[in-house]
Structures are given as C-alpha cells and as structure tokens.
T-cell receptor, first 112, second 115 residues
Framework: GQNIDQPTEMTATEGAIVQINCTYQ??????LFWYQQHAGEAPTFLSY????GLEEKGRFSSFLSRSKGYSYLLLKELQMKDSASYLC?????????????FGKGTKLSVIP | DAGVTQSPTHLIKTRGQQVTLRCSPK?????VSWYQQALGQGPQFIFQ???????QRGNFPDRFSGHQFPNYSSELNVNALLLGDSALYLC??????????????FGDGTRLSIL
C-alpha cells in the first residue's frame, strides 16, 4: 500500500523561504513529483526526483532521501502568487507503472 | 500546443443517474489517467488507458468505467451516482515510454455535483 503525509496548512511571509515536507511509505518507488494547484485549477508540474539529492529549478528546489522516505519542496523569495496547494506524489515501481499516488496536499498561504 | 482539455466544466446530477466525462490529451501524448479529487484532498487514481485498454486501476468500484478512442481521447463513465461521487474529476495525459521522469499533465477538471 501507499501512505503519503504532508502538513495540511502552512503560512509564510512574502520574500521569505518555506520548506514543505513530504514523507512516504510505499510498496514500490519509481520517482517523486511535486505539483502546484491553485484553487479551482489543474495541478501543474513543479519538480521530479528519483535519485537522492537536491534538484534546483529557479526559485523552487526539491530534495529526496529514498532511505528515509522523505522529500521536501523549498520555495525561495516567496511571492503572493505562490499561495496554492502543493501536492507530493509518488509513482509506483514495476514495469509500465505510471500510477501516481498523491498526498492530501499542503495549503500554503503567503502573507504580506 | 493544446494542453489537456476536459468537458464539461461543471455538471449537476441526481443520485442514481449516469454521467460521462470527456478528455482530450495534450498533443503528442498517448496515455490518459483519470483521478477523483474530493474537496481538500489530493487526487485519487481511478484508472489509466493506453492503446485503448485499461492498463491500471485504482481502488474504485465497477460503477466507474472508461474508454479510450483511437485518437487517444478518453471518456470516464460513472453509473448509479452516489452523493459521495461529488468531486473534481481530473484527466491527466502522458507519453508512455517517454521516460520515467515525464510528468503527467492535468486538465482543469470537471466539477461534478450530485444532489
């Protein structure tokens, strides 16, 4: 089975840095994705990790530790438009498996 | 480059009715997955279609069925609707064989309300 945990809500100040954690317990692992979802909109892809370490993409970075079943998304220089839900998703292992299992999402509120 | 499109945007049905939702994948994609997202929850995997066949299925009853057409577009059908089926239904497309790092691209979803 799959179990993915994220904090329900977080609040951070404009211009600051925020780290959103994700822990997972899965029967198989073939990569971890982070998606951003604004209210009423589609999830949009942010990052992908399959090997341990840090992936950096502009203001967004994502880290993975497979041995610990742990990932985080780091958002720098926060902007008001970063207020959204952030979804952590794990892909199953196994040939041809493309199923994503999502956490419940972390609602981030950026305040002035 | 058209992204994933879904129709309709919103739909209201009553208990016991049947509904069909539609999805056109992103240009160049051949695989379609369907997800159900309840309010305040993450998306839950329903099933995935590739080469017009259901390849994987999540923990959803047989009331949920689907179809994929030769042009890769897809339909999600739900029979005998229950109040608990009220949710946002998301379609996501991807390219099978495009590499494990290829993300799924989501449409804006269909908001289904059951009265």
């Amino acid at each position: 089975g799959q179990n993915i945990d994220q904090p329900t809500e977080m609040t951070a100040t404009e211009g600051a840095i925020v780290q959103i954690n994700c822990t997972y317990q899965t029967s198989g692992f073939n990569g971890l994705f982070w998606y951003q979802q604004h209210a009423g909109e589609a999830p949009t892809f942010l990052s992908y990790n399959v090997l341990d370490g840090l992936e950096e993409k502009g203001r967004f970075s994502s880290f993975l530790s497979r041995s610990k079943g742990y990932s985080y998304l780091l958002l720098k220089e926060l902007q008001m438009k970063d207020s959204a839900s952030y979804l952590c998703a794990v892909r199953d292992s196994g040939a041809g498996s493309y199923q994503l299992t999502f956490g419940k999402g972390t609602k981030l509120s950026v305040i002035p | 480059d058209a992204g994933v499109t879904q129709s309709p945007t919103h739909l209201i049905k009553t208990r016991g009715q049947q509904v069909t939702l539609r999805c056109s994948p992103k240009s160049g994609h051949d695989t379609v997955s369907w997800y159900q997202q309840a309010l305040g929850q993450g998306p839950q995997f329903i099933f995935q279609y590739y080469e017009e066949e259901e390849r994987q299925r999540g923990n959803f009853p047989d009331r949920f069925s689907g179809h994929q057409f030769p042009n890769y577009s897809s339909e999600l059908n739900v029979n005998a609707l229950l109040l608990g089926d009220s949710a946002l239904y998301l379609c996501a497309s991807s390219l099978r064989g495009g590499g494990s790092n290829q993300p799924q691209h989501f449409g804006d979803g269909t908001r289904l309300s059951i009265l």
